[in-house]
């Protein structure tokens, strides 16, 4: 499908639907089998369109796959850091609170390998920042904000093998799923779960684990 929505983009005249395949087939799908390379440029064109047509949410949320296809295809950190630093500003100037939740994953990760933390899969700075955080957090009773964040403490765990994080994580997150069962990114969530629970069962080998990876994926 990713394949035929580029067929079809290069047969239309309009520009208003192309970013938005665009975003979709390379940020979404294709990626699976394209060089991540190939992904990257295809995704920066997309933005581009997307900035033309006035699409910001479409060209924020580009920002975000372009910078995840160049973080994991080897690209300079310092390069992604500042696409992710210019994304990020759009999305803040014009309230994309999806994009900017987006785009703070791979902003995380990629600063973190660059030497803003001493643990790579800690939120927000140091450790202890990070525990105030949490806790002001917990206390405040914003369940879906806490739960947002718990889901990004999980994937950078996941990402830097922090073990102990991601059974942590991935057994509260695993409680809290209903919380966020209408939103379009609930499959993005049980996948991340998913791929948790295999990790936890590929290295402790227990029943539980397997059967929440099975659950979940």
């Not at 403490?153 to 991601?166: C, D, P």
């Amino acid at each position: 499908f990713g394949r035929l929505a580029m067929q079809i983009n290069a047969l239309t005249e309009g520009k208003e639907g192309v970013a938005r395949s665009i975003l979709y087939a390379y940020g979404m799908a294709m990626h699976w089998k394209t060089p991540l390379q190939e992904c990257t440029e295809s995704l920066i064109e997309g933005s581009r369109v997307a900035e033309e047509v006035g699409d910001i949410m479409v060209e924020c949320c580009s920002g975000e796959s372009i910078c995840a296809t160049a973080f994991y295809s080897g690209r300079p950190l310092t390069w992604v850091d500042d696409e992710l630093m210019r994304y990020t500003e759009k999305a803040k100037a014009y309230q994309q609170v999806v994009a900017e939740q987006m785009l703070l994953p791979p902003t995380l990760m990629a600063g973190n390998l660059m030497g803003k933390v001493h643990d790579p899969a800690v939120l927000y700075g140091e450790p202890e920042r990070e525990k105030e955080f949490l806790r002001a957090l917990r206390s405040s009773g914003n369940n879906l904000e806490i739960h947002v964040v718990l889901h990004l403490k999980m994937i950078l765990a996941y990402h830097f093998e922090t073990w102990a994080t991601i059974e942590e994580m991935v057994k509260e997150l695993d409680t809290k799923t209903t919380m966020v069962a209408g939103h379009y990114t609930f499959y993005f969530e049980q996948f991340y779960i998913g791929m948790c629970y295999c990790a936890l069962f590929k290295r402790e080998m227990k029943s539980s684990y397997g059967k929440g990876a099975k659950r979940a994926l």
